[in-house]
């Protein structure tokens, strides 16, 4: 079975640049979490949504981060303008319905110059 | 919110046992899991705690203690792929997951 996937892998670009990283959950799963860890702060919860409705996001550190989740397989996280602060590793993750743990994608490694 | 303990770093030897504790004050709580992510991976789920009680899954077994607010993680008969780092996050009422900082594990020969 497929897991998360996230793309890209890894990405590098200049501050001030839009930023979109990218996550289609498991098939099924009704909730997708987007995380960001960093080795100052951890892994922090930025939002998540259910049945593609954004929950709660509190998480998301300022306005120039975005989330949508246009269909039950898609879902992408914006960044615009990019800072170096920004750069960590980005995660996305899903979970079906009851007492379901979540599970993790690989990550978007980005870095922000 | 929630606020959640666990140490920074431990060192063991193959073969051996080690206890990764974690303590947690919340304002909900709905379970609490462990996973472990090795160095530049993604995190993977190892167990979950929801009842007071040990939680035996092989290698792996995890421990619930609601009242005290305390959770352990054991692992038993270490193998140098153990090392990594372990995560203890607590579920709130609202199904959000909030991460402790994390452990890192270190199996030595």
């Known amino acids: 079975d497929a897991g998360v996937i996230q793309s890209p892998r890894h990405e590098v670009t200049e501050m001030g640049q839009e930023v979109t990283l990218r996550c289609k959950p498991i098939?099924?799963?009704?909730?997708l979490f987007w995380y960001r860890q960093t080795m100052m702060r951890g892994l922090e919860l930025l939002i998540y949504f259910n049945n593609n409705v954004p929950i709660d996001d509190s998480g998301m550190p300022e306005d120039r981060f975005s989330a949508k989740m246009p269909n039950a397989s898609f879902s992408t996280l914006k960044i615009q303008p990019s800072e170096p602060r920004d750069s960590a590793v980005y995660f996305c993750?899903?979970?079906?319905?009851?007492?379901?743990?979540?599970?993790f994608g690989d990550g978007t490694r980005l870095s922000i110059l | 919110g929630q606020n959640i303990d666990q140490p920074t770093e431990m060192t063991a030897t193959e073969g051996a046992i080690v206890q990764i504790n974690c303590t947690y004050q919340t304002s909900g709580f709905n379970g609490l899991f462990w996973y472990q992510q090795h160095a530049g991976e993604a995190p993977t789920f190892l167990s979950y705690n929801v009842l007071d009680g040990l939680e035996e899954k092989g290698r792996f077994s995890s421990f619930l203690s609601r009242s005290k607010g305390y959770s352990y993680l054991l692992l038993k008969e270490l193998q140098m792929k153990d090392s990594a780092s372990y995560l203890c996050?607590?579920?709130?009422?609202?199904?959000?997951?909030?991460f402790g900082a994390g452990t890192t594990v270190t199996v030595r020969a």
């Open positions: 993750a899903s979970r079906g319905p009851g007492e379901q743990p979540q599970h």
């Open positions: 996050a607590v579920r709130d009422g609202d199904y959000k997951l909030s």
């Open positions: 098939s099924g799963h009704d909730y």
